[in-house]
T-cell receptor, first 112, second 113 residues
């Protein structure tokens, strides 16, 4: 798992509440990514980071924000959760100069 | 926008047969094409990759081919085994700009014993 953990692993929340998912890595990966996985859509990139405080939008960034204040942590925030954000969220990380993205175990989020 | 199409969405083969999964991509600037295997309840894991300056790459029972002109790439698994059953994703990315990666929708492979 290349030292990538996600927390929480499961969460149920109500529509309109804020939610923050955490990705933590211990291998000094420069790049970090948040994806969501939904049936029929594969993995879709939400946001990514290419360094501390450097982030950019992916394909499906609306309704999500991210922060990376230190190398090892990449946070994904849903400011006001909606049912359409029910999904499995994966964090991934990549070392500078490498090509392989290492994925975390995923967080299953249900918005009721 | 950038897109990766993957076919088929489901594939069922008999143990020992071959399996082929095909992908097409739209971004002509893509130069790195990884394939990931995802087992139930886990994150995807890289199984093989190919770069745009190579037409074919093989690793034991797994091979990948790339046709840059047609923007097609394929995964070939020979002598399939039950443990090959999983969801497979193709992807395309650029080697610059943080390796922003676009994934296909996935293929669920069933290998029947």
């Amino acid at each position: 798992d290349a030292g990538i953990t996600q927390s929480p692993r499961h969460k149920v929340t109500e529509t309109g509440t804020p939610v923050t998912l955490r990705c933590h890595q211990t291998e000094n990966h420069r790049y970090m990514y948040w994806y969501r996985q939904d049936p029929g859509h594969g993995l879709r990139l939400i946001h990514y980071s290419y360094g501390v405080k450097d982030t950019d939008k992916g394909e499906v960034s609306d309704g999500y924000s991210v922060s990376r204040s230190k190398t090892e942590d990449f946070l994904l925030t849903l400011e006001s959760a909606t049912s359409s954000q029910t999904s499995v969220y994966f964090c991934a990380a990549l070392l500078a100069g490498e090509s392989e993205q290492y994925f975390g175990p995923g967080t299953r989020l249900t918005v009721t | 926008g950038e897109n990766v199409e993957q076919h088929p969405s489901t594939l069922s083969v008999q143990e020992g047969d071959s399996a082929v999964i095909k992908c097409t991509y739209s971004d002509s600037a893509s130069n790195y094409f990884p394939w990931y295997k995802q087992e139930l309840g886990k994150g995807p894991q890289l199984i093989i990759d190919i770069r745009s300056n190579v037409g074919e790459k093989k690793d034991q029972r797994i091979a990948v081919t790339l046709n840059k002109t047609a923007k097609h790439f394929s995964l070939h698994i020979t002598e399939t085994q039950p443990e090959d059953s999983a969801v497979y994703f193709c992807a395309a990315s650029r080697a610059r700009g943080g390796f922003k990666t676009i994934f296909g929708a996935g293929t669920r492979l069933f290998v029947k014993a």
